[in-house]
């Protein structure tokens, strides 16, 4: 480590010594939120304007779910019920997933990790964020106003010239979300290209900033295809320009290929970030340098690649062609290889590591359980002759629910978790998180695990109704029980979290004990990020185990600081230190 | 794309931004960025791109007699307005690398005055279509004559593309004026981030040539389909 910033951190956590401005105490009116050009900021925003649309996505699940409890259905029309299941999945995927991680991890730590004093375009940035702010209130209007009830991918005709309720609007929202991912993606791709920290070359880069790299490349080729697809939908019903119109000899099917050669690299636009937080927890909570990390950096741009080249496999009973069929299947297979290189080397890092078992290490482990499941499956539905009997049923939603929730969403979770402390300069309540970790994942696969086994018996999905089939009503009260048991585990963090910034203990610079530059500056970091610019001399993820040991002796004789104990019970410490602070403040 | 000599002041200068070491970092940064945003733009028109050249390929004799009625001269001078206002342009990014202000203040005005020449020959031929019935919707093809013989359903598909793929170009002039003016007023303000340093001036250049290039293929695509 360049040790310099180290022993400044240390300082700033001191008590006895009054704490400089950071920034979130340099300036404390709305205003300055509101115009600021701070990425650690926007991220913030980032995160409070993602989680209320997360909790809406999250309702709508929850209605859903209650309504599938009986097979005659419990509460809604079918109408409404298919606007239930278009809003949420429109607002998961284009308010939540899409942007999550980027914009809040990606936004905060990007210019940390790399040294720099913030993004390159700070204004841009800000932008990015008012344009995801509109889109969203225009979403949500359209969704009040009229709704949507052609599900999330629009198919044509439908979209364009039968369904009556309010699609123009919400796709002009997804639109300049769109439009907020680009300018996000374009931040990134020039950050890493231009303000790298003296040092810092490109294999020294945390794994996390190639996979916002890998995912921002993926954002720029693929968002403005989307972008331009469901606008024609909107010039279709607003102009009658007839674009995709099957009456006039346009092609319908033409709408689906354009629209997954978005959606397809969309998955990876929400996993792959889920990797890069996944490398660095597991590469910080085994105390190892991550295994291969050159086949891991690069197995994130294959993925990027190959990703653009499988949006077929979504088509394989649209009437494409058989031969395109067998070649979309082929390369759906081929991306399979990176991404299991990458499952392989995180087991690989454990192995002989010095596992803490925290509780982003906790969510960490069972994203590589999860995301294997979730990838697996996948392989099932791009064979040919599997996909034809599995396609459109309960399988389907299971599979990308089990990378979606179980891959992004967990490791969505652990990056909380885990820069937390970094973000806030407050730890929460560990031994709660790591609980709740388990419960999550308890949560999640009594959720989704019976949707498994009811698609694999025949269960269609978007189904309002199954009275023809009352035998998967045990699955489906299995699934939602799950749900139940998801969403108190989602809303409980809620409460420590905040709960945290109230009165939990003081943070110190790297709690972790965690390895990279931002944990080299201050919790939570000044505004320009660090004192003086740092100078990397060491490699990525280079743990000295002989060197922590001592400097874990060290620091545990200034000043108990929370969890960077990585003995055997040093975990107890941060909740003596909760009971003891909270009396005082 | 070095930085202009005195533009090497560590951190004195007043168009360096606070989270770039230098102006060449800064400069270098800018055009990356620009690049990048003209990629995705690439990607954005080469969607409509795709869907016309399939189209095209599955209705090649009824486009051709659809396109027919469309005006080629107007599109020609169209075409040399733009091409005019790429190479005034071009003249502007030169004259700001030379910080010779009058000759970037004339350059972007003639730029402007033809990014409106080329906005009012659209809406003349826009204006024409619609009075001949050509837009589509329900009243389409209500004076055949201007159909030439193609069949309406296949018509009406090619000048539901024409409308887009035109308009969106259309709404990238409109864009293109808004900036360029902006960029004009700063110029003629002698703003020092324009004037010291010529990179705003060449990201704007790049954004136009860009405008530009979209019509260089659209014109020939639109106008001037050969006899299938």
Redesign the interface.
Known sequence: MSSIPIEKGLENSSPHQREPANYLTVDWSLKSWLTTGDHKRIGIMYLISISFFFLLGGISAGLIRYELTSPAGRVLESETYNKIFSAHGILMIFTFLVVAIPAVFGNFLLPLMIG???????R?NLMSWYLYMIGGTLILGGMINGGVDSGWTFYVPYSSMYANSNIALVIVGIFFGGFSS?TT???F???T???RAPGMTWFRLPLFVWAMYATSVVI??????V???LL?IV?ERV?????F?P?????PV?FQH?FWFYSHPAVYIMILPAFGIQSELIANFARKRIFGYHFVAFSTLAIAGLGFLVWGHHMFISSQSMYQGIVFSLISFLVAVPSAVKIFNWTATLYKGNIRLTSPMIYALSFIGLFTVGGLTGLFLGSLGTNVHLTNTYFIVAHFHYVMVGGSLTAFLGALHYWWPKMTGRLYNESLAKWNAVLVFVGFNLTFFPQFVMGWMGMPRRYHYYYFAPEYQPYHLMSTAGASVLALGLIIPGFYLLKSLANGPKASANPWGAHGLEWETASPPVT?NFEQ?PIVMDEVYDFDPVLEHEQAQARKALEPTGYEGYEPGALAEPKKDESDLGGKS | MAAIADAHGHGHDEALHHQFEDMDQQNEAYLVGMWTFLVTEVMFFGTLFIIYTLYRSMYQMDWYLAHEALNIPMGGVNTIILLISSFTVAVAVRSAQRRERNLVLWNLGITLVCAFAFLGIKGVEYMEKFQHNLYPGPEFGRHPEYLHGAAPNFAQLYYGLYFGMTGLHAVHVIVGIIVIAYLWVKWFLNAKNVTLDYVPTEMVGLYWHFVDLVWIFLFPLMYLMPKP
Do not use: C, W, Y
């Open positions: 720099a004093r913030d993004l390159a375009f700070p841009l680009i993606g374009i931040n791709i020039v950050t290209h231009k303000m720029i080729l693929g968002t403005p295809v972008a331009i697809t024609l010039f102009f009658q320009l007839p674009i119109s009456e006039l000899g346009g092609d033409l354009l320009t610019t």
